[in-house]
């Protein structure tokens, strides 16, 4: 996944940050109301929006 987010544009980077941002919200009111099965999925995605930050930054430089 790496070498496919160094690939992407600025905009495409934060168009997927903002995407996953908005599923970790969903995730976590679905949670409340106990409709999510999967619980580890919010664990992940914020790991892949952690890896977006990371190449944003680094495209920055």
């Given at each position: 996944?790496?070498?496919?987010?160094?690939?992407?544009?600025?905009?495409?980077?934060?168009?997927?940050?903002?995407?996953?941002k908005?599923?970790?919200?969903?995730?976590?009111?679905?949670?409340?109301?106990?409709?999510?099965?999967?619980?580890?999925?919010?664990?992940?995605?914020?790991?892949?929006?952690?890896?977006?930050?990371?190449?944003?930054?680094?495209?920055?430089?």
């Open positions: 996944m790496k070498k496919e987010l160094v690939k992407k544009s600025k905009g495409d980077l934060e168009k997927e940050l903002n995407e996953k908005l599923a970790v919200h969903t995730i976590r009111f679905g949670m409340a109301g106990s409709k999510s099965k999967n619980v580890k999925e919010q664990k992940n995605i914020k790991k892949d929006i952690a890896r977006i930050l990371t190449a944003l930054k680094s495209n920055n430089k």
